[in-house]
C-alpha cells in the first residue's frame, strides 16, 4: 500500500492531510481500525450490558437459577461425571443478557467479565503505552541531544533493561511489587491497584521506544536547521520543543498502536500468571485462567478472551502499519484532482 500512486491536489494539502488521504485509502487499515474501535465501544458498555443482564460479574453466584424458554435453569449444575461431587457451569445460551458465554467455575456470566475485563486491559495497555512514551522520549531526545556524559549514563541504563528478556523482568519486578506495592516517600502504590502493571509494563518498554528515538535526535541533531540555530545563540529547550520534538512526532504516532498491541499481550500474560490484575478485578488474562480447569467442558470460558485478544492484537499490528505506511515521505504521490 505504501507504493500506491494517490491522486492528490498539489497546492491544497499539507503533509498531515495527505498522510490523512493516504490512511483513509487504505482498506485493511481502516477495517482494523473499526474493529479494534468496536472492541473498545463494547469494552465500554460493560456497565450498561451487567445491568442489563442483572449480574454481577464479580459475585459468586452458585445457587443461581435463570430462565430459558420458561424453564428453570440452574447457572452451576451438579455434576454427572465420577462420583457427580462437585459443579459444572452452566454453558453459553448465545442469548444475550442471559449468560451469552456461559458460567465460570463461580457462576459469574463470562460475557459480563469479558467487557469488564477488556475495560481493564485496554486500559492497563494505553496508560502503560502512555507512559513508555513520555519516559522513552524524554530518554531518547536527552541521550541524543545532549550526549557526552548524558548519552553514556541514560545509553548503559537503557541497555541493562534492554539486556534482560522483556517477560522475565515484567515477572521479576512483579513478583517483587505484587506482595507489597511500592511506597516510595508519599507515593504509596497498593498491591492490588491496577498501577502496578501500568508502571511495570510501562518500564520494560522503554528502551523500545527511547533506542530509535535517540538515533533520530543523533541525525537531526547534525543537521542544518538545528546547527543554525545554535549558532544563533536559540536555547536549547525551544531548539528541542520547536525543532527537535516535530520531527519525530510522526515516529510517536506509529509506536502507539504497536506498543498497544505489545502492553496488551504483556498485561495478558501477567494476569494470566497470577502476577498482574488481582481479583476480584478481572483483564483478559485473569479470565483465561479461570477457564483452564474448564478447557474441556467449557471452553467458551477460555477461548472467548484469548480470541478477543488474538483480534485486538492483529487490528493494532495492521493500523500501526497502515499508519506507517501513511506517514511515510517515500511513498509515491501522483499529483492531480482528488
Not at 75 to 80: H, I, L, P
Not at 106 to 123: E, T
Not at 197 to 212: D, M
Not at 259 to 283: C, H, K
Request: charged content about 10%; proline content about 6%.
Amino acid at each position: 500500500m505504501a507504493n500506491q500512486a494517490i491522486a492528490i491536489p498539489y497546492k491544497t494539502r499539507g503533509p498531515w492531510a495527505l498522510a490523512f488521504v493516504k490512511l483513509r485509502r487504505n482498506r485493511a487499515a481502516m477495517a482494523s481500525l473499526a474493529l479494534f474501535l468496536l472492541i473498545v465501544i463494547a469494552c465500554l458498555s460493560a456497565p450498561l450490558y451487567a445491568r442489563w443482564a442483572g449480574v454481577d460479574p464479580f459475585a459468586s453466584t452458585l445457587d443461581a437459577v435463570i430462565q430459558i424458554d420458561g424453564a428453570e435453569v440452574p447457572v452451576m449444575e451438579q455434576s454427572t461425571e465420577g462420583l457427580g461431587l462437585g459443579y459444572t457451569p452452566i454453558g453459553p445460551t448465545w442469548r444475550l443478557g442471559t449468560y451469552f458465554l456461559g458460567a465460570d467455575g463461580q457462576g459469574r456470566d463470562v460475557m459480563a467479565r469479558l467487557l469488564y475485563g477488556g475495560l481493564n486491559s485496554l486500559m492497563i495497555a494505553g496508560a502503560a503505552t502512555i507512559f513508555t512514551l513520555i519516559f522513552g522520549t524524554a530518554a531518547g531526545l536527552s541521550a541524543g541531544y545532549f550526549g557526552g556524559i548524558v548519552d553514556t549514563v541514560l545509553s548503559r541504563f537503557l541497555d541493562v533493561l534492554w539486556a534482560f528478556p522483556i517477560y522475565l523482568l515484567a515477572i521479576s519486578l512483579s513478583i517483587v511489587t505484587i506482595a507489597q506495592g511500592i511506597s516510595i516517600g508519599p507515593i504509596v502504590i497498593e498491591s492490588g491497584s491496577l498501577w502496578l502493571p501500568i508502571i511495570i509494563i510501562g518500564i520494560v518498554y522503554v528502551p523500545y521506544v527511547a533506542r530509535p528515538i535517540r538515533g533520530q535526535v543523533l541525525s537531526l541533531r547534525r543537521s542544518e536547521f538545528v546547527l543554525a540555530a545554535i549558532n544563533l545563540g536559540v536555547p536549547r529547550p525551544r531548539i528541542l520543543w520547536r525543532d527537535i520534538l516535530p520531527n519525530i512526532t510522526t515516529t510517536l504516532i506509529v509506536f502507539v498502536p504497536l506498543m498497544m498491541a505489545l502492553n496488551m499481550l504483556t498485561e495478558s500474560a501477567l494476569s494470566f500468571l497470577s502476577i498482574g490484575v488481582q481479583p476480584p478485578a478481572a483483564s483478559w488474562g485473569t479470565i483465561i485462567q479461570d477457564g483452564q480447569a474448564l478447557l474441556y467442558t467449557r471452553p467458551a470460558v477460555a477461548l472467548a478472551p484469548g480470541i478477543i485478544i488474538a483480534l485486538s492484537v492483529m487490528a493494532l499490528n495492521v493500523f500501526g502499519d497502515g499508519l506507517r505506511d501513511a506517514l511515510d515521505p517515500r511513498s509515491k504521490v501522483q499529483l492531480g484532482r482528488d
